[in-house]
Nanobody
């Protein structure tokens, strides 16, 4: 079993900051890319930010310059520092990870998702 558990969501005023964290636990052999996606009501889930195991990052156009993704490979965690938040950032934020699990002598890589954490930006 593998679990991704997010924390850090909440209500913040426009211009404010929040930090999301996600911890992966369970039967993990390796972790590849980790990232954050979000889904607002009536919209498709979209990439917010992603980071490889080597530290290469990718950001959605709407968050570039405002959000920063980081990870701690020793702790199986990924974080998202969000600054200058806008009402349009309101959404459920989901943690994602590509996790390798050892099955006999083969490593099987699968996509895992967290349960989601609500971020609301409103005055």
């Amino acid at each position: 079993q593998v679990q991704l558990v997010e924390s850090g969501g909440g209500l913040v005023q426009p211009g404010g900051s929040l930090r999301l964290s996600c911890v992966a636990s369970g039967s993990i052999f390796s972790i590849g890319a980790m990232g954050w996606y979000r889904q607002a009501p009536g919209k498709q889930r979209e990439l917010v930010a992603a980071i490889t195991s080597g530290g290469n990052t990718d950001y959605g156009d709407s968050v570039k310059g405002r959000f920063t993704i980081s990870r701690d490979n020793a702790k199986n965690t990924v974080n998202l520092q969000m600054k200058n938040l806008k009402p349009e950032d309101t959404a459920v934020y989901y943690c994602h990870a590509v996790i390798g699990r050892l099955s006999i002598d083969v490593v099987e890589e699968l996509d895992y998702w967290g349960q989601g954490t609500q971020v609301t930006v409103s005055s």
